[in-house]
């Protein structure tokens, strides 16, 4: 894969990547939805404050299986897709609002969540539109809120098939994270117990500062 994002149109970097997943919507869920991701879910809560119903953004949250589980848990989510069969699906499985918005549209309101979760769904995220998207997600935290991120890792960027993926190691995240007002307070390898080179995934979580 080359760096290509800067010689692409990001409408269709949007637009081929969401007919993806819009395309295999059932699939997708018998695919994932029993996925183990307790792990994520319990070092994202654990930055935040435990004695009340967080409002918590689920970005890029697909079917609903994460919105689902926070509201199990007492809390409010919201979740945000771009595609709008997913949208559809996790409204009806979770009870929650979905907000039908692209990662490169965003439309938040300000100061309004304590969470943000982005499991497996930021590396869809061009890296010359990433501080950008990261600043205002940053403005939709409130102060001291949590970014979770969970991406598959590595050095390239490109189109993987139909979906554009841009995938970074704990340097370079960093270096995207602070620039847009994020402090690094953890970070691990997934799956679990495995040595490194059969961790493919790299979960960060970060504190708006
Ligand atoms: C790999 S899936 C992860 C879904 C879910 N968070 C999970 O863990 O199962 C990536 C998600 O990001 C969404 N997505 C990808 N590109 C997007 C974009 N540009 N705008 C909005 N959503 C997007 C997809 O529709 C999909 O739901």
Known sequence: MIKESKLLDLDEIERVTLSHYENNAESFWQGTRDHDVSQNITAFLKALPKDKALDILDFGCGPGRDIYTFKSLGHKPVGL????????????????????????????EENSFDGIFANASMFHIPSNELPRVLEQMHRSLRVGGILFSSNPRGNTEGWQGERYGHYMEIESSQRFLEQSGYKIVNHYYRPEGKPREQQPWLAIVSEAQ
């Open 81 to 108: 897709d771009g595609s709008e069969r997913f949208c559809q699906m996790a409204e009806q499985y979770s009870g929650c609002a979905v907000l039908h918005q692209q990662f490169l549209k965003l439309e938040l």
